[in-house]
Every structure is written in structure tokens, then in C-alpha cells.
């Protein structure tokens, strides 16, 4: 979870094993503002019936075309949400998602918390 603004990561979250990023965002209990804006990606699409300020993108029907006022939704949404992205590279360039982890499993939740800590610094300081 990053914040929009500084573009800081504001917390993070794992498990032991795969698991998908809503189930984990459910289990992790993290609350939510209700004036506060979420914006998320097609893997959160329930979220918005848990949390009022919750965007996602819109879907294509099947075999329909999308219309007009959707793709603009879609196209201003991505705009908003390539910070997102953007910070999620940055945990990548650090290769901790980018590949295997081969260390203790025990300690990825430390290291990523770390790193996280690192970037942030990196953007207070440098940027």
C-alpha cells in the first residue's frame, strides 16, 4: 500500500505461500478511512463492497465493445494508478520480487520491510 502524494509505502503485507493479493489485503485487516480514496487494480474488485472510496477499472462484456465514457474512465484511472506502479517497480529494480527468493523464508517479511524503508528514505532524501 503506498501513499498517492509522496509516493511513499506506507505498509506491506506477505504470506507463506501464493496467495492472492485481496485475499491477503482481507487478512491483514488493515482499516480504511471512508473519505479515503482506494485505487486498485481488476484483482480487488470485490473491495468496493467493503470500502465506499474504492476504484477499479472498467470491464469489457463479453463479446461487446467498451464504451466511449468507459475507455475515458479506464485511460484517466491508469493515469492516476501508474504511481502505483511505479513504486512497485522499485521494489523490483531491488530484485526481491523480481525473481526466487532463495534466502530464509522466515525473513522475507523483514528484508521487504527494509527495503520499503530504504526506498522511502530514498524518495524524502534524493528526490
Do not use: W
Request: with cysteine.
Amino acid at each position: 500500500m503506498g501513499d498517492y502524494e509522496t509516493r511513499q509505502i506506507i505498509c506491506t503485507a506477505i504470506d507463506t505461500s501464493r496467495t492472492h493479493d485481496f485475499k491477503l489485503l482481507k487478512r491483514s485487516r488493515i482499516p480504511f478511512i471512508s473519505s479515503q480514496l482506494c485505487l486498485a487494480d481488476r484483482g480487488y474488485q470485490g473491495f468496493a463492497k467493503r470500502h465506499a472510496g474504492t476504484c477499479t477499472p472498467a470491464k469489457k462484456p463479453r463479446k461487446q465493445l467498451l464504451p466511449d465514457a468507459e475507455k475515458q474512465h479506464n485511460r484517466a484511472f491508469a493515469r492516476l494508478r501508474v504511481r502505483v506502479e511505479h513504486a512497485i517497480h522499485r521494489f523490483k529494480i531491488s530484485r526481491i520480487f523480481s525473481g526466487r527468493y532463495r534466502n530464509r523464508r522466515r525473513r522475507f517479511g523483514l528484508r521487504l520491510n527494509l527495503i520499503a524503508g530504504l526506498l522511502n528514505y530514498e524518495l524524502a532524501h534524493f528526490a
